[in-house]
């Protein structure tokens, strides 16, 4: 069972577009969606994150559709959580949890791993008061009395040496990175990242262009490791080509900052190809999160090439598109997203517009020669 507080989500999300993207979320963890409830408040109860109404009609509602989690389409604090579970009888998560969950199960390298485990430690922290409110009732009197400290105090404790564990791991991974960067710079070859917004068909795009053979679902967070391949341009030139973990609508801060260190290539990179599903019906929304994500961290005046994807998805059933109507359907799709006139039109499915593209980030990175004194196959020649 979904639920959201506010029926108008602010940058332009409804509540309908946040709660189907939740819906998404929710089949991707494995969940089967039964219902929703949403509601129009100013801000979300303090109590219950819903107001009392709501509340009561969520209840009524196990009888007739029953459910044994209710995922909220915000952050709760751990009082809302305290509250709603107590008052539901059932499992209470909301939207960060989810997310972190899809993390987990998504991370296959050490890195991935660190960085995930890291997010869920500092979700974990605030809310480990809830776990022990039961021993509050107990008070002052027999049994509690004495030296020591309380085991709210001890997984305190425990879990901030746990984060500065991982933070420690995280930063030696950030130190390796960049130690691999610095080569790169060496090596005059320009790093190209690609991302966007989750499903928006990177990792699809990413295959096309390198021959990779990265995950590719239609599912959010198909991939979350960044991988990393070497991709020769038409006109002979060598670039290094990034795939990223792609971006969401109300990304939780834990994450951002857990993947601070993976992050970092985004900064590092020659040109970011943002890639947008342009067959999504949310594909403005979905635009502008990828751009403010892009804003905070300091990256919106980074070179930029925007990929309007799932072209294939527009025309009819087997179609192929004509140089006429590949013209209309770009300016069409442009002006809808409002991207920069540096747009590329592609279905990375059916590698329509590949080379075009190829070209477009040669041009961009001067990429399209390769450095004097390179081979492209074996890397700088040693002077």
Avoid: C
Avoid at 13 to 23: G, N, V
Avoid at 81 to 103: G, M, P, S, T, Y
Avoid at 324 to 340: D, G, I, K, N, Y
């Amino acid at each position: 069972m979904a639920i959201s507080s506010r029926e108008n989500v602010g940058d332009e999300w409804t509540s309908d577009a946040s709660l189907d993207e939740l819906e998404q979320l929710a089949t991707t963890a494995g969940a089967v969606p039964v219902g929703r409830i949403s509601q129009r408040l100013p801000a979300p109860s303090k109590a219950f994150y819903i107001g009392t109404g709501k509340l009561d009609e969520l209840v009524a509602l196990q009888t007739a559709t029953p459910y044994d989690v209710v995922i909220a389409d915000d952050e709760l604090t751990p009082l809302q959580q305290h509250n709603l579970e107590d008052r539901l009888k059932v499992k209470i998560i909301d939207r960060v949890a989810l997310i972190l969950d899809i993390f987990a199960a998504r991370a296959s390298t050490r890195e991935g791993r660190l960085q995930v485990e890291l997010a869920q430690q500092i979700y974990r922290y605030p809310r480990l008061a809830g776990q022990w409110q039961h021993l509050e009732r107990l008070g002052a009197g027999i049994g509690t009395r004495g030296p020591g400290e309380s085991q709210l105090e001890t997984d305190r404790r425990l879990v901030r040496e746990k984060i500065h564990h991982l933070e420690e791991q995280i930063e030696a991974v950030r130190r390796h990175r960049d130690l691999y960067r610095q080569r790169r710079k060496r090596s005059a070859i320009p790093v190209v990242a690609i991302v966007g917004y989750t499903n928006a068909g990177k990792s699809a795009l990413f295959n096309a262009l390198s021959q990779a053979n990265v995950l590719v679902e239609d599912k959010v967070f198909a991939t979350l490791d960044p991988t990393t391949r070497r991709v020769r341009l038409p006109t002979g030139g060598t670039m290094l080509l990034t795939d990223t973990v792609g971006f969401i609508h109300k990304l939780p801060p834990t994450i951002v900052k857990a993947f601070r260190a993976t992050l970092e290539e985004l900064s590092e990179a020659s040109a970011l190809v943002h890639v947008v599903d342009i067959s999504s019906r949310y594909a403005l929304q979905q635009t502008k999160v990828v751009e403010e994500t892009l804003r905070q961290l300091d990256l919106a005046g980074k070179t930029r090439i925007t990929v309007l994807n799932k072209i294939d998805l527009l025309l009819p059933s087997g179609s192929a598109v004509s140089e006429s109507e590949a013209a209309r359907l770009t300016s069409e799709a442009t002006t809808a997203v409002s991207a920069s006139e540096d747009t590329v039109l592609v279905s990375a499915l059916r590698r329509w517009g590949i080379d075009k593209l190829l070209t477009a980030i040669g041009e961009k990175t001067d990429a399209n020669r390769p450095p004097s004194g390179y081979d492209p196959q074996y890397g700088p020649s040693q002077p």
